[in-house]
């Protein structure tokens, strides 16, 4: 008589543990096994391990504008298959991209989510929302509600961003409301998911954006629970012939923190030229604050690799870009990630033709490589992770 077998039964736990570790796409196929993986995979507790153990720093957000088109597009990218053969990639995965409408702006991006800004123009009066969305599940929330502004009443372009309250569990969306009638003050309002209107959590001295050639300037880069703009120091905040002859040791980074709703201000890296700041941009690569500008022929960028302390600031790249021939034919750079070793991709977009350039900084060896056949579109980049975050509250 033959003794029955062992069987080992998996308890609930375990098996939660076992699938945190899964890619996002091999959990989506299972939410039609059973209710049960369906509950687990949208459970909130499930979600925020997985987005703990999800890898980091192997995918990023390109963004594109089709200016013959009139769209923009966005696709997720895997950083490695980008340093590998940067040309290929990006075909192949071109017809895979998340169309957005003409007049869509991305805000930015955090913990898979992307936020989508809209607006109309109504007589003299300008109207904002915006949505959130998750690239990976397609699911897309509703319209937030519109905050109306009065156009006649900014000098200044107007300041947004996105980002995570951990404290709170929300996904706010932030504007620095620049009105010139506020008497030199800068109100933060901020408008969340299931809100009914934008709060005002902050009143503060006004500030006025540094803005390069780059439409993003104006999107606050989140790093560490707080988002941070380019601006001109206080001082010379409410006169456009002293902004005028800003150096770029003299610009601020204006912090706001999204759990304290406090502001600060933090200055610019130790040894950075006291030259005209031109084509500057800050944003985040790798979970840095990264801040980037052009000097002649040369393009610079630094990394604040430890948030918390103003001394991190190191130089991680000066590149000696090719000479221009004359102003309109001028080499834009633009970074787009790092890799780990050091491995910097940076896009050159001339308007006549895109390469990928990479820079392998510990051995000094640069390849470009061109991209584009069409020239009409050009790059930005966003820190991405693929994860089940849902925009809205389960």
């Known amino acids: 008589m033959s003794s029955p077998q062992n069987s080992c039964v998996l308890s609930q736990d375990m098996i939660m543990e076992i ?7 091999d959990l989506l196929r299972f939410k039609c096994v059973s209710r049960w993986f369906h509950h687990l995979v949208t459970n909130p507790a499930f979600v925020k391990l997985h987005l703990q153990r999800s890898s980091k720093n192997t995918h990023i957000l390109l963004t594109f504008e089709d200016w013959d088109k009139r769209r923009d597009y966005a696709i997720v990218c895997p950083v ?31 913990n898979g989510l992307v936020c989508l800004q809209d607006s109309c123009i109504e007589d003299k009066f300008k109207e904002y929302w915006f949505r959130i969305g998750n690239p990976t599940t397609r699911v897309m929330t509703k319209d937030s509600p519109q905050i109306r502004l009065n156009l006649s009443d900014y000098k200044h372009p107007l300041m947004f961003g996105f980002g995570y309250d951990e404290w709170n569990d929300t996904y706010p969306v932030v504007l620095l409301d620049n ?14 998911l299931g809100d009914t209107c934008w709060r005002n959590t902050l009143t503060c001295d006004a500030v006025a954006p540094m803005i390069g050639l780059q439409s993003h300037g104006t999107c ?31 610009l601020e980074i204006f912090c ?40 002649d022929d040369n393009f610079f960028v630094w990394l604040k690799r430890d948030f918390s302390d103003e001394k991190s600031w190191s130089k991680l790249l000066n590149y000696k870009n090719r000479p221009s021939t004359c102003y309109c034919c001028r080499h834009y750079m633009e970074i787009i990630c ?24 510990r051995d000094n060896r640069i390849k470009v490589r061109e991209i584009y056949n069409e020239n009409k579109q050009s790059l930005f980049s966003y820190d991405y992770v693929q994860s089940l975050v849902f925009p809205c509250r389960n």
């Open 256 to 295: 706001y923190d999204l759990k304290k709703k406090t502001c600060s201000y933090f200055s610019m890296p130790d040894g950075i030229l006291e030259v005209p700041p031109f084509d500057t941009e800050l944003k985040v690569l790798n979970g840095c604050l990264c801040l980037s500008h052009h000097h």
């Open 19 to 25: 699938l945190s570790w899964l890619p996002v796409k």
């Open 338 to 361: 790092i890799r780990e070793k050091d491995d910097v991709v940076l896009l050159t977009d001339t308007g006549l033709q895109a390469e990928f350039t990479l820079c392998n900084i």
């Open 179 to 192: 009105n010139k009638n506020q008497s030199q003050k800068l109100e933060v309002r901020v408008c969340c």
């Open 220 to 250: 606050g880069a989140f790093v560490s629970g707080t988002l941070n703009w380019l601006v001109y120091p206080k001082s010379r905040c409410s006169d456009d012939d002293e902004r005028g002859g800003t150096k770029m040791n003299e």
């Open 80 to 110: 490695q298959d980008l340093f590998d053969n940067p040309s290929s990639t990006l075909q192949t995965l071109h017809h895979k991209h998340l169309p957005f409408n003409r007049s869509y702006a991305i805000l930015g991006a955090c």
